[in-house]
DNA sequence: ACCCCGGCTTGATCCACGTCAAGGCACGGA
DNA sequence: TCCGTGCCTTGACGTGGATCAAGCCGGGGT
């Protein structure tokens, strides 16, 4: 199974109104102006930590541009990434004050941010919503275990090839190529994030990198826009079960 | 932060009619009756699996008695645990048909299920169970992510310590006694599938588990019975931060 | 033009854990 | 009683990825 589809294609959603959708999507208009009255935007620039764990969050938050990674980290340094949050994507847990890990602006980031009190009352009140934050944080369930399986089980050179065609998956402009074979994208993290989210080390993530970049699988354009010159190859390289099913 | 808490301690719900509250926390009694007039048994021996990853589920089911597990299996046979379900955990996921994953009796094991299509009507009708499934969910996601930690980061001992921990932790009886440091607790999983759980193999478990009763961490009592002179030195194995809040 | 610095690559070496293999122990059935 | 079988332990050895260390590259500031 792949990882989960974006809420709603990003082509159908460029602004926040819309984008609210990622929140509700049988939204009516009045319950669209309702969260239009309590919402307001938050913009980090790329390395910024948005909330630290153990902080308190006022708000809940949707994902319009950029990339932010909740990241846990040991005393003694060692850091995992437990999760990315791409566009569209939701931020926050509505009833739990406390943000559990570190909230990190992997690039330029801009939230569009839903103050935490009327939110719950919005859920309160419109049975719906909470329907449909079970349905997302479903995926998000989802989208952990396949994330513990490749942490668990996988090769060094399995985990980069998952994260790559994870990546691309997301992208939408990918999405309508990717049948095609060929395709290219741009990485939202550093060699760095990468190891933090693989369980692996930033040299590691760089020779396997390079490893595949010898075996024709990917090239590079410079260190972060990736062309994969037949996306098949990737997918066979990622140890999943290869029953071909791009869009499955 | 700990593994998450039982929704109820055990020891107050010795059956499942009441168990039923681990769906539902704010039940009246007339919802309770609903839930009693679709319910059932299903009973399954060690090493039964109870449902295959692609199957449909006609049901969803919590915990009665034992242990199941949540299992992914590569096509070359690597097997990675992904969930641990408990007494008075929650079984299945409304308004999804079919299984991610395989579902596997690692003990004998007792479930209380309701078929699917009325339980979906409870939800649609009643709001504060999609609300109350929601914590649920999030408290899984919690769990998963705190897993991810330990796949990614940790070295064999330290998994081996956490998962002792995790385990004593969701033992009602140890729960009541943990604060006077010596605690005694049942496995209930083989070396094999606690390796299937920490990403090891079934030698590495055998030998670090060894390691901990030869450095006087632990002791044991036959293959599976697990006995801890002092909790807080167990903890301080498992690399987690150790601010000492043993019921936080 | 220069240097600096953050992000990245590459090489040499080490070691934790996987792999392969040989038993040990307890229980159940003939 | 003996043997078979499932589960576990222990040892010897190999290796994938971590660690330590030395640069490279490209962009921005002075």
Redesign the pocket.
């Known amino acids: 199974m792949p990882h989960r589809q974006l809420a709603f294609p990003q082509s159908e959603c460029a602004d926040c109104p819309i984008r609210h959708r990622a929140v509700c999507a049988r939204c009516e208009t009045d319950e669209l102006e309702q969260l239009e009255a309590i919402k307001y935007y938050r913009n980090y620039e790329a390395?910024q930590t948005v909330v630290w764990a153990g902080d308190s969050m006022d708000f809940v938050a949707s994902v319009v541009r950029g990339v932010a990674s909740l990241t846990q980290t040991m005393e003694d340094g060692r850091r995992q990434m437990v999760g990315l949050l791409l566009p569209s994507d939701f931020l926050g847990r509505p009833s739990r004050e406390k943000a559990p890990y570190d909230v990190i602006a992997t690039t330029d980031l801009q939230l569009c941010c839903f103050r935490r009190a009327p939110f719950q009352n919005m859920i309160d009140t419109t049975p719906h919503i909470s329907q449909r934050l079970l349905e997302m944080t479903l995926d998000e369930l989802d989208a952990a275990r396949e994330w513990m399986l490749l942490l668990g089980r996988k090769?060094?050179?399995e985990k980069i090839a998952s994260f790559l065609a994870i990546i691309a998956r997301r992208d939408a402009q990918v999405q309508q190529t990717i049948a095609q074979g060929e395709v290219g994208f741009d990485l939202p993290l550093?060699?760095?994030a990468m190891a933090d989210y693989l369980?692996?080390?930033?040299?590691?993530?760089?020779?396997q990198?390079?490893s595949l970049k010898r075996d024709g699988v990917i090239s590079?354009e410079?260190?972060?826009r990736i062309l994969v010159p037949d996306f098949d190859v990737l997918l066979d390289e990622t140890g999943d079960d290869s029953d071909g099913g791009v869009l499955a």
Do not use: H, I
């Open positions: 390395g090769t060094a050179r550093t060699r760095e369980g692996l080390t930033l040299e590691t993530v760089s020779r990198m390079s590079l410079g260190k972060r």
